[in-house]
């Protein structure tokens, strides 16, 4: 049997099952993404292999990866297949930045479709509020021209069938408004033009609140990347970029690893539960040592770490909630006091 489950699941498997019993190789895909679940299920297998299961396989898996980096970190072989891809042209349109990143979308999506090019558009934007307000703009371009466009959000949040009809194949011209979950996780048959507005949503601490929040940040360049290769899967392809040439190498080469941005507290309480400290743990990246020394100070405040750092009771439960340790201790105590649901509606 093939499992195919999130880095958040297996981490859950994981706490359920530390020696993966019955599983014979784990293979982590996309690792260039670098969430803090994916960095954590990496340096737990490394762990296992290392000590009970020697006969673990182990594979990790990126189209834009530092591959020897990883390699000499397992002390494994890299390997690198090469895949056929089309030509993709990349051009910059930047337009004014006081434009709104849909209209300067839509203005470029006017430009390529007076081409009269066979063929979908893929429209990277970065959330739900973002292709809302591409989905109208390109709904109204489309209303004024001849041939028949079927303008397809897609998202996360969207119903299965919702997110089939813009993936599946589509006798109109499709124009799809995704989230980066096109940008690696899905392939879409017929797209040959890309429109990348450069930005994402990313998670970062946000020390004001004490949790994650997601901020709109601009994207790497191994991200520009990917997403450019979408346009030339089936055939020769374009790619619009909506920023200026003169950024094409002044962004970052790769995303920054969650591990160094986002709050460490449920990671800490998760390595806990499994008999790991944090400070000892065989991360790829280190963690900075104060959100650390503040992620099990946080823990200690809410009862879930004794001040030798082993998970109380309530620390145990609390590991079982998939959330914030500050949400799954209110979750906690409410189910204990019968008011659950209206907790969770809270948190």
Wanted: with cysteine; proline share 5%.
């Amino acid at each position: 049997r093939i499992l195919f489950l999130t880095e958040g699941l297996f981490l859950r498997r994981l706490l359920n099952d530390p020696q993966l019993n019955n599983v014979a190789a784990v293979v982590i895909d996309e690792f260039h993404e670098r969430s803090l679940s994916a960095d954590m299920a990496l340096g737990l297998c490394r762990r296992l292999r290392a000590s009970t299961r020697p006969d673990l396989r182990l594979v990790v898996m990126s189209a834009t990866l530092d591959a020897q980096q990883i390699a000499r970190w397992l002390g494994c072989v890299g390997m690198q297949a090469e895949g056929r891809m089309y030509p993709v042209d990349v051009d910059y349109i930047a337009g004014s930045t006081d434009t709104p990143i849909w209209d300067r979308a839509t203005s470029a999506l006017r430009q390529w479709l007076d081409q009269d090019i066979a063929g979908d558009v893929l429209v990277f934007m970065p959330g739900t509020f973002e292709i809302r307000r591409s989905v109208e703009r390109i709904q109204s371009l489309c209303r004024s021209r001849s041939d028949p466009v079927d303008v397809l959000p897609l998202y996360g949040g969207l119903t299965a069938q919702q997110q089939d009809r813009a993936v599946g194949p589509s006798k109109r011209r499709k124009v799809i408004v995704s989230t980066n979950v096109a940008e690696t996780s899905i392939t879409i048959d017929g797209i040959v033009c890309v429109i990348d507005s450069g930005l994402a949503r990313v998670a970062r601490f946000d020390a004001s609140r004490g949790v994650n929040s997601l901020l709109v940040e601009r994207i790497s360049l191994a991200s520009a990347q990917q997403r450019a290769g979408r346009a030339g899967r089936t055939a020769p392809g374009t790619c619009l970029r909506l920023w200026p040439r003169s950024e094409a190498h002044a962004r970052p080469q790769h995303d920054t690893p969650e591990v160094e941005r986002v709050d460490l507290a449920q990671a800490v309480l998760q390595l806990s539960s499994l008999g790991h400290t944090a400070a000892d743990f065989d991360w790829l990246d280190q963690p900075p040592a104060a959100r650390l020394a503040d992620a099990e100070a946080l823990l200690r405040r809410l009862g879930a770490l004794d001040e030798s750092g082993t998970p109380t009771d309530h620390g145990r439960h609390m590991a079982d909630i998939p959330a914030h340790p500050r949400l799954a201790r209110l979750l906690w105590m409410a189910a204990q006091r019968g008011v659950g649901e209206r907790a969770a509606v809270w948190a």
